[in-house]
C-alpha cells in the first residue's frame, strides 16, 4: 500500500505540536453548550465574520458592522468611497462563505471540479470573460495581492493541480495539515488568476469541515490569520520559497490560525449566551 504523501509533513519542526493544539481548541469550541441548540447561528456568524476577513486578506477590508449592515437592508455591499472593486471582493467572498455548503459533495468526489465551481461562484462579478469562470488563467497574468512574486507556469499549475487532487482523495493526514497544504498550494499557484486567495482560504474550510474537524463550520480561521497580522504573507512566502523549512513555517501558521479560528468561535457562543434572557 503506498505511503501517505503527506505524513512525513507530521515530521516537520513544530508541525505536530501546532495541529495538536489546533485540534484542542476546535475541541473545546465544539464542546460549547450553545452549539447543542443553536450551532446554526454560529454557523451563519462564522460564515460572515469569515467572509470579512477572506476580503481584508484579498485587499478590500470592511467594518463587520458595516457589511452586516448592508446585508441586512440590501443583500449585497456598496463600495461607498471605495473603488467598486472592494465592494464586488467583499461580495464574492460573502457568497463563497454562504454557498460552501452546495459545494462539499462534489469535494468529497472531485476536488478540482469543486474548486472550478468555488471559483465560479467567487469571480462572477470579477472577470470580463465568461468563459474563463472556473478555468485555470489561460496566460501570464494573475492577481497578486500577498506579494508572493512569479506565479509557476500553465504546465507547472496543471500538474500541481492533478496532483493535489490525487493527494486529497489519498490522505488520511490530520485535518489541520491538509487544509494548510490546499491553501499553500492554491496561494502558490494562482491558478485562476482571479481572486485565488479566496477561493485558497474557502477550500482549506472545506477540508476542515469535510475531514471532521470543524464539521458545522463553527471556527472561523480566516480571523486567525487576520489576526496574526504580517504573519500570514510571511508564511505564505515562506510555503512559495522555502523548501521543507519554509512548509513547515506555514503548516505551523496555518494551525495557528485555526485555533485563533476557533477562539473566534467561542466569542459567538459567549455572545449568544449574554444575548439570551435569564428565566
Known amino acids: ?44 456568524e462564522s460564515a460572515l465574520r469569515g467572509a470579512r476577513a477572506s476580503a481584508q486578506l484579498e485587499g478590500a477590508g470592511i467594518e463587520l458592522e458595516r457589511l452586516r449592515g448592508q446585508l441586512l437592508s440590501g443583500g449585497t455591499v456598496e463600495p461607498h468611497d471605495r473603488d467598486a472593486r472592494t465592494g464586488a471582493v467583499v461580495n464574492a467572498a460573502v457568497r463563497l462563505h454562504a454557498d460552501l455548503g452546495q459545494v462539499l459533495g462534489s469535494w468529497r468526489r472531485s476536488p478540482a471540479q469543486a474548486l472550478a465551481r468555488l471559483h465560479v461562484i467567487a469571480a462572477a462579478d470579477l472577470v470580463d470573460d465568461p468563459d474563463a469562470l472556473g478555468r485555470p488563467r489561460a496566460g501570464s497574468a494573475y492577481e497578486d495581492p500577498l506579494g508572493l512574486g512569479p506565479a509557476p507556469d500553465l504546465l507547472e499549475v496543471s500538474a500541481r493541480l ?102 473566534e468561535g467561542r466569542a459567538v457562543c459567549e455572545a449568544l449566551v449574554r444575548e439570551t434572557p435569564r428565566a
Open 162 to 263: 492533478e496532483g493535489l487532487s490525487r493527494v486529497l482523495l489519498a490522505t488520511t493526514a490530520p485535518a489541520v495539515v491538509v487544509a494548510g497544504v490546499v491553501h499553500g498550494e492554491l496561494l502558490a499557484l494562482r491558478a485562476f488568476g482571479t481572486v485565488d486567495g479566496l477561493v485558497a482560504r474557502a477550500a482549506a474550510r472545506l477540508v476542515l469541515v469535510d475531514r471532521g474537524l470543524d464539521p458545522k463550520a463553527v471556527s472561523a480561521p480566516e480571523v486567525g490569520h487576520v489576526e496574526l497580522g504580517h504573519e500570514y504573507e510571511q508564511a505564505a512566502l515562506a510555503y512559495v520559497t522555502g523548501g521543507p523549512d519554509g512548509v513547515a513555517q506555514w503548516l505551523v501558521h496555518s494551525a495557528r490560525a485555526v485555533a485563533l479560528g476557533a477562539l
Open 1 to 44: 500500500m503506498p505511503a501517505d504523501p503527506l505524513a512525513p509533513l507530521l515530521e516537520l519542526p513544530g508541525v505536530a505540536d501546532a495541529v495538536g493544539e489546533a485540534r484542542s481548541a476546535v475541541d473545546a469550541l465544539l464542546g460549547h453548550r450553545v452549539l447543542r441548540r443553536r450551532s446554526a447561528e454560529v454557523t451563519a
